[in-house]
């Protein structure tokens, strides 16, 4: 990796893309295990459901700072809390939804963000026919008020679901409205400033992946 | 991984998950470079688009028997054929789409599936309202029929886009159909044979993703 010395600094602190994938992973898991009154569970319990080694999930645990106790191994509490501090959903994120098509109402109803430390905070449109109707109880407001309305409501979060042709200039209006990161799912690579994250979610991307699984008989193998 | 040397032996074939990512990846900017007018292309240009090093781009197309040539780099008709035949995406996938709310007919717009090797063949959903009916020239057929008419039309992979409490039950009906792969969007953790393959799209995790490097202030740094 020749980078600039200052850069590969300031990615050195982070923790590697899979390991802040798999902490999503452990989060799901442990919430599983805390609904079915466990309060306790070792690396060992976790890397067999999750079909992982016992060493990684350690070793992901430990880059944050989480080392269970020996022969009782993890507090679920405990371990829950330091993973949401790790991925930063231990405070509430308001989520704007852009876009209010078939994706947005999906998006809209789905229950499992407000589970996760994401609430669905404002709905925007550029439809003249979808302004001022409401859905969720949020009325769906112009594409022009997006600016004002995230910064009123403390909005840095926004999921992109307009047409493909479309999401590079609402891409750009979002970023303009000081929206740091974007949750995009037109399927496109995003041209955006340097200081907005970008996680693109590609359903084709998603396809190949289980495709690939199939064509090579890997079966039912979530770790990989 | 202390794993028995035949499961062993049969992963260690497989490329790791995510170089199979990043070979979605590679795809989609083969596919930007292509409609650009290029025809060849170097690691090192891949490299820097993707932000990944030109050493690990090198390694992954390795993987694949793909070896840049001297001063000319790889010729993109051979890479993308390459990188799909890696895939299973060289030829055409019928995919099933089971469950027809917002999230089903939003899949059902969704371009992408047709330019990437998907093609979705048929949809099912269980509400009697909706049986019959028909959405882009698709008959929306009743969960009763999936077995027949994924076999009859050689379907093996399905979008799971059902609510999440009847979503391993639906499972388990399309597992019993023949279907081999599920593309899962409830949120939980699908119960299903070994021999079937799942990915799930899990919305949270993505969003945990985002806001992570949003926190972490990694901003716009697709290779991670």
Same mark, same amino acid.
């Given at each position: ?28 898991? =442990? $919430? %599983?295990?805390?609904? &079915? ?11 067999? +459901?999750?079909? *992982? ?84 109880? =949020? $009325? %769906?407001?112009?594409? &022009? ?11 840095? +979060?926004?999921? *992109? ?64």
């Amino acid at each position: 990796m020749a980078e600039k010395s200052t850069k590969s600094e300031n990615v050195a602190k982070l923790a590697p893309r899979p390991v802040v994938t798999r902490l999503s992973l452990y989060l799901r898991q =442990l $919430e %599983i295990l805390q609904t &079915a009154g466990e309060t306790c569970v070792s690396s060992n319990k976790i890397a067999k +459901i999750l079909q *992982l080694s016992d060493a990684q999930v350690r070793k992901d645990l430990a880059f944050f700072g989480q080392f269970g106790h020996p022969g009782i191994g993890y507090k679920i509490d405990d371990l829950q809390a330091s993973i949401r501090k790790a991925l930063g959903t231990d405070k509430l994120w308001p989520l704007a939804i852009v876009g209010f098509g078939n994706l947005g109402r999906a998006l809209m109803r789905y229950r499992e963000f407000d589970r996760h430390g994401f609430h669905i905070a404002a709905v925007f449109d550029s439809d003249p026919r979808k302004i001022g109707s409401s859905a969720n109880d =949020l $009325e %769906i407001h112009p594409l &022009a008020r997006l600016g004002e309305i995230c910064k009123k409501q403390g909005i840095s +979060i926004a999921a *992109l679901t307009v047409p493909a042709e479309v999401a590079q200039d609402v891409a750009i209006e979002i970023t303009n409205s000081g929206i740091r990161g974007i949750l995009n799912f037109a399927p496109i690579v995003l041209r955006v400033p340097e200081a907005v994250s970008v996680v693109s979610v590609d359903l084709s991307v998603q396809l190949e992946q289980l495709v690939y699984k199939v064509s090579h008989g890997v079966g039912n193998q979530p770790g990989r």
